[in-house]
Every structure is written in structure tokens, then in C-alpha cells.
T-cell receptor, first 115, second 117 residues
Framework: DVKVTQSSRYLVKRTGEKVFLECVQDMDHENMFWYRQDPGLGLRLIYF???????EKGDIPEGYSVSREKKERFSLILESASTNQTSMYLC??????????????FGEGSWLTVV | AQKVTQAQTEISVVEKEDVTLDCVYE???????LFWYKQPPSGELVFLIR??????QNEISGRYSWNFQKSTSSFNFTITASQVVDSAVYFCALRGNSGGSNYKLTFGKGTLLTVNP
């Protein structure tokens, strides 16, 4: 089974703190993604990466950065957390080449509260 | 631009009833994939099914079935004899093959299904 593991399920951080959300996948997937989920807005793509050290902006990259130093690990960074970044964050991964319809697999989610 | 519409925000049924979740999509891509995901209260998005645009054959898997109709741009999901464990938010999603759409899923807003005992 595909396993996408997010390091923290629940976090509470203060405004202005630097926040790291870590994600690891064990299926040798090239693609990795960070989504944000909010009530009434659904899931929105923040950033994705198709290879080590490669990244592309998604629909809502403002206020976020990412890091992909190893193929299996994709980190989401909030440089200076703000209350409007309180949300559920979902990491995902998939294969890249050939079949673009390859299924995207998700982690359990990280609930971040910024106070 | 791609769009996925799940018109039903919430559905509530009694156990053993059948329930159909609607999904309508828009895309200009000639080749695309459609997905259904389940999100239980624990939060994880669980992959249920993938369908490509060339394959309109409907599928049944246990109590689940999917009806893909390209003519109406719909990909509906039916649960037969619903159970309390089916209670979750269900998302329909689309992945295209052109330009910027070939790497990401476009999600509907989700349908909250509550199955009461």
C-alpha cells in the first residue's frame, strides 16, 4: 500500500513563528503536492514538485515556500505564520511519467492553528 | 479552465438506503481522468476510483458503483445499502492532460454524507 506520512497531525503555533510541515512518501513517487483544505473552499493546491529541488507554484502559493532535498520528502514552510493560515494541510504524491492520470495519494492531514 | 461541481452539499440517509452522489465536470481537454475520494472524520483522503475519458463503462465494486456519462459530463457515485461507516465527505476530482492541468487535481467542494442508524 502507498503510504504518505505527515509528521504532525495537530499543531498550534503563534503568529509570526516559522512553521515546518513535513511529508514523506514510501512509493518512489516523482510528484509531491501540498494542498490546503478550508470549509466552503474545498482543496486548493499550494505548491507541487516533480523532482528533487524542483518546485512549481500552485493556486495559492503566497505566504508559503517548499523544500524538496530528497525524493521521498517534501516540506511546506510558513515563513511567518498568520491567523489566516489556520487550516488543514494535506500532502500527496503520485508517479510522474507516462500516465498523467496516475492516482494521487494523500496523507492523513495536518491541522494547523495559528493563534 | 477545469471545474468540478458537486451540487449536493450535504445528504442524510438512514442505514440501508441507497444514495447517489452527483458530480458534473467541465474541461476542454480531450483526454482526462476522473476520481472519487472519501474523507472520513479522521481527515485522510482515501482514493476510491479512477476513470479515464475513453472508458465509459460503468463499474461496480461491492456496494459502490459509478456511472460515467460523457454526454452529460457527469460521473455519479452510488452507495447501495448504506452503512454508518460510509459517513464521510466525498470528493469528485478531475485531472486533465493539457498545459497546467496535467499535474494537478481539480476538486469539487465535496458532499457530506451522513448515514444514520
Amino acid at each position: 500500500d502507498v503510504k504518505v506520512t505527515q509528521s504532525s497531525r495537530y499543531l498550534v503555533k503563534r503568529t509570526g513563528e516559522k512553521v515546518f510541515l513535513e511529508c514523506v512518501q514510501d512509493m518512489d513517487h516523482e510528484n509531491m503536492f501540498w494542498y490546503r483544505q478550508d470549509p466552503g473552499l474545498g482543496l486548493r493546491l499550494i505548491y507541487f514538485s516533480y523532482d528533487v529541488k524542483m518546485k512549481e507554484k500552485g493556486d495559492i502559493p503566497e505566504g508559503y515556500s517548499v523544500s524538496r532535498e530528497k525524493k521521498e520528502r517534501f516540506s511546506l514552510i510558513l515563513e511567518s505564520a498568520s491567523t489566516n493560515q489556520t487550516s488543514m494541510y494535506l500532502c500527496a504524491s503520485s508517479f510522474l511519467s507516462g500516465n498523467f492520470g496516475n492516482t494521487i495519494y494523500f496523507g492523513e492531514g495536518s491541522w494547523l492553528t495559528v493563534v | 479552465a477545469q471545474k468540478v461541481t458537486q451540487a449536493q452539499t450535504e445528504i442524510s440517509v438512514v442505514e440501508k438506503e441507497d444514495v447517489t452522489l452527483d458530480c458534473v465536470y467541465e474541461t476542454r481537454d480531450t483526454t482526462y481522468y476522473l476520481f472519487w475520494y472519501k474523507q472520513p472524520p479522521s481527515g485522510e483522503l482515501v482514493f476510491l476510483i479512477r476513470r479515464n475519458s475513453f472508458d465509459e463503462q460503468n463499474e461496480i465494486s461491492g456496494r459502490y458503483s459509478w456511472n460515467f456519462q460523457k454526454s452529460t459530463s457527469s460521473f455519479n457515485f452510488t452507495i447501495t445499502a448504506s452503512q454508518v461507516v460510509d459517513s464521510a465527505v466525498y470528493f469528485c476530482a478531475l485531472r486533465g492532460n493539457s498545459g497546467g492541468s496535467n499535474y494537478k487535481l481539480t476538486f469539487g467542494k465535496g458532499t457530506l454524507l451522513t448515514v444514520n442508524p
